[in-house]
């Protein structure tokens, strides 16, 4: 494999960020006065879907219609959210999973170019990026492709397909790193192998299409490929 890139997926696979991501939903129906609050089995059911704002419009199919907010008033609130989360990463507390810093760092002095390929939008990728390396997104990754880019979200290929189009490099070039189901399909779909980490949301997925199923990033985790 003559490898060039490697492409990430954020959360789940670069730091176990869902529980902020709850957190942030959470703080943010209470400030509204829903009276809605997702625990973690509901938590973990809505992460089937991808994206913030679908994932609302999914949870809210099981409400009478008049409990339902509208369009405008989801991306209303899912901005907020949006904002609640970037507060509590600024906060402190989150931690990039074991072996993540080393292996993009390994990559980047092998002469890899690193990109992202999540369905989070951009904002997410950088308040994660402050508060995990304390430096802007665009001086951790060469390429970012987010949710907020493409029509079609995880698991359709689009963000995949997105990332490799920056890079200018062809899917065999280049290894993904996933952490769900969904994500897996994504990047299955854009022709990539893929290794993935399983979360703490998503250890009971099913991973047989992947290329590599580990427990971790650290080094001696790591496939042939990925020892530099």
């Known amino acids: 494999m003559n490898l060039r890139a490697l492409i990430f997926d954020v959360d789940g696979t670069l730091a176990e960020t869902e529980e902020a ?3 942030a939903f ?6 509204w006065g829903l009276g809605w609050h997702w625990n973690r089995p509901d938590y973990t059911r809505l992460l089937k879907t991808t994206g913030g704002k679908e994932r609302i419009r999914a949870f809210q199919k099981g409400l009478p219609a008049g ?6 008033d989801i991306a209303r609130l899912h901005r907020e959210k949006t904002a609640r989360y970037g507060e509590i990463l600024a906060s402190g507390g989150l931690v990039l999973r074991p072996g993540v810093a080393e292996l993009i760092r390994t990559a980047r002095n092998a002469g890899l170019k690193i990109a992202v390929a999540t369905t989070t939008n951009a904002p997410n990728v950088e308040a994660l990026c402050q508060c995990c390396w304390g430096q802007s997104a665009a001086r951790i990754f060469d390429e970012i492709a987010a949710g907020d880019m493409v029509e079609a979200k995880k698991p359709a290929p689009d963000v995949f397909d997105l990332a490799l189009e920056k890079l200018g490099l062809p899917a065999d070039a280049c290894l993904a790193f996933e952490d769900s189901r969904n994500g897996l399909l994504s990047a299955r779909g854009a022709g990539l192998q893929v290794v993935v980490t399983p979360s703490a949301y998503t250890v009971d997925e099913d991973f047989s299409e992947a290329t590599y199923l580990i427990a971790t990033l650290e080094r001696d985790n790591l496939p ?3 020892r530099f």
Do not use: I, M
């Not at 959470?26 to 400030?31: A, I, K, P, R, Y």
């Not at 409990?67 to 405008?72: F, K, S, T, V, Y």
């Open 21 to 23: 991501h709850r957190a």
């Open 67 to 72: 409990d339902r907010l509208g369009e405008d």
């Open 26 to 31: 959470n703080e943010t129906f209470s400030s």
């Open 224 to 226: 042939g490929p990925l």
